[in-house]
């Protein structure tokens, strides 16, 4: 059946989907239906869907997988009995499982699958956890169930799974406690396949550690450049080595998303990026090369900052400061014209907290030290507030606005930007400006009135 609905930008929109959705279910014969839930955005879309799915047909299956399923497990299942079971952690083996045991008449509510959790009258019951699937054993994505894969103006890549560090905030390990690369062959296939059923050279490549082996990026850039793709990719700051950078560029690749977070040793540690202090300077000097690189090579940066994390002061904010002002200084340098150069795009955001994740659990600790939030649910997320007793909520909000600010926005950063990294919605906007929020209207237009003004904003 057909897999690709649209995006509903409003609530016409939502209502047109779910429509769409269970008409197709009285069409197809469809022995069950799982929602891969990664967001907490999709979770409650996929709720949604489940209950309108479940007013027209009740005994129909209904299973929940996923990062944001796997991580809120059990209030699903207590809240929810339009879900029936959930996957936790990866789902192609339990998938099949499943399928395996509907087609053939048999109950799906058994231990004999693993990875999956369901109802057992009053009480949540979890199956063992199995062994991580090999990769290779997992063919590529069949794009052609697609219907409209001419019209996705981004693709997306994603060449590994897992992460072998243990930052605080992330979930990563809940999900999957091992790092995995895809095989070579089946990525340069994946790639191939893209290219026939889209026309549009755009890609967006999803693995959070580009870079962590240089052999495998020259491989993969190298099948990039072969398709003629021009590519976003993502990084920690003391991953990617900055001499590969020039490669890189020469083979497509245009945006590099680094997850920079902070610049504070302090607050670092606290996010337990590294264990010690000569790991700190690595980070560090990494990260000022990579960013020098990138002016140097035309690659145009985007730094995720994490700000008000819990425990941080006034003093931890400007370390993080004082690094940009370098930062936008060194710019100047390269691109003394105003509106020149791939500019830099500083990407400061509020801190958020993931049931499950080790920062979830040092909440009473950081309590004692003056942390306040605002605690989140299934659709809503656990905001940081004030992160200490010496840092308040206004002062972290102020900061945001001011680094905001500090973006260096080009024409040729746009133009990337809304290429690369998020779809251009001009037309849509145009068309009708109510289908996005006030806070996605003020983000683009900021960015926006930057390109036009080639100066910072006031």
Known sequence: MELDYGLPLNENGEKKLINHFIDDIFVEEIDWIGFSTTTQDHCQASIDLALAVKEVNPGIPIIFGGYQATITTEDLLKKYNCIDAVVVSEGERTSFNIHQRIV????IFTSKIENLAFRNNDSIMFSARGPLIDLAKIPPLKFEFLENMDKYPIMSLLSSRGCPFHCAYCTEQIMRN???????????RQVKVMQELNSIRNMGINDPLFGINSKRTKQICQILKDANYSFAYETRADVLPPSMLPEIQKTGGEVMLLGLESTSKDTLLRMNKFIDESCY????????????MC?????TPMLSLMLGYPGDTL????????????????YSRYYPDEGAGPGLMICPHIVFISPQSRLFYQLDDYKKKGLSYEEGDLFRPTMVKNPSSKLKHHTVLNHKKKLLMLSKITPKTMDRFMRLVWCDFKKLIEHDPTIVTDDFLSTLNAYQILVKSNRKLH
């Open 281 to 292: 300077h690595k980070y560090i000097q990494n990260a000022t090369k990579l960013i020098d």
């Open 104 to 107: 053939n008449g048999q109950s």
């Open 295 to 299: 002016f140097q090579h035309d690659v």
């Open 178 to 188: 091992r790092y995995r690369v895809e095989p070579m062959k089946k990525i340069a």
């Open 315 to 330: 003093i931890d904010l400007q370390s993080t400061v004082d690094f940009l002002n370098k930062s936008i200084a060194l």
